[in-house]
């Protein structure tokens, strides 16, 4: 079946902008994470989802960083006033439910490059 | 001290070679371990759980110790197809799985 897609796969902008990452997860998954990942580092928890509400953010870097999950399926990372230190890919994953066994399927990432 | 440390390599092996890497774990209540493999510019994709018996799956072998707060993978007769970088990952749980990734440890297997 379809794996955890995210959209766009690269996006370059311009310091101060704003931008959206979006994320899809596998179909019936109710966890859902997101991460960042600098050059030569393992990724960095962001978010956590369950369902609609983010039920752990203390991973995102400032109050710039907001995430939504509206109706439980979609999620979308959102960046106010890009800075270049911003730069990273961010990755999602879901996975079926948070048990702690539970694999977690990464999305193929978002490279955000802010010039 | 880092929550989940790793050597970052690179290991540079011949093929066939054993190699073996380790990861360091400093909360003592983690409860879950994993290992993940990232090939480059691609997606962590978890190539296998780390249980207390230690588990083995082909030529890989996952071990943990809790008392020393490490767990560790082994690769025996690597071929040219295991380069990547190889992410260490522990969980707690608090109501869901909390992840912290290691930094991973890229190996190169050399013709």
């Known amino acids: 079946g379809a794996g955890v897609s995210q959209t766009p796969s690269n996006k370059v902008t311009e310091k101060g902008k704003y931008v959206e990452l979006r994320c899809d997860p596998i179909s019936g998954h109710t966890a859902l994470y997101w991460y960042r990942q600098s050059l030569g580092q393992g990724p960095e928890f962001l978010i956590y989802?369950?369902?609609?509400?983010?039920?752990?953010d203390s991973g995102l870097p400032n109050d710039r960083f907001f995430a939504v999950r509206p109706e439980g399926s979609v999620s979308t990372l959102k960046i106010q006033r890009t800075e270049r230190g911003d730069s990273a890919v961010y990755l999602c994953?879901?996975?079926?439910?948070?048990?702690?066994?539970?694999?977690?399927?990464f999305g193929p990432g978002t490279r955000l490059l802010v010039l | 001290r880092k929550e989940v440390e790793q050597d970052p390599g690179p290991f540079n092996v011949p093929e066939g070679a054993t190699v073996a890497f380790n990861c360091t774990y400093s909360?003592?209540?983690?409860?879950?371990f994993f290992w993940y493999r990232q090939d480059c510019r691609k997606e962590p994709k978890l190539l296998m759980s780390?249980?207390?018996s230690g588990n083995e799956d082909g030529r890989f072998t996952a071990q943990l110790n809790r008392a020393s707060q490490y767990i560790s993978l082994l690769i025996r007769d690597s071929k040219l197809s295991d380069s990547a970088t190889y992410l260490c990952?522990?969980?707690?749980?608090?109501?869901?799985?909390?992840?912290?990734f290691g930094t991973g440890t890229k190996l190169q297997v050399i013709p």
């Open positions: 780390v249980y207390s």
């Open positions: 989802f369950q369902g609609t509400g983010a039920a752990d």
């Open positions: 909360n003592s209540a983690s409860q879950s």
């Open positions: 990952v522990v969980t707690l749980t608090w109501g869901y799985q909390k992840v912290t």
């Open positions: 994953a879901s996975s079926l439910n948070a048990g702690a066994q539970e694999t977690q399927y």
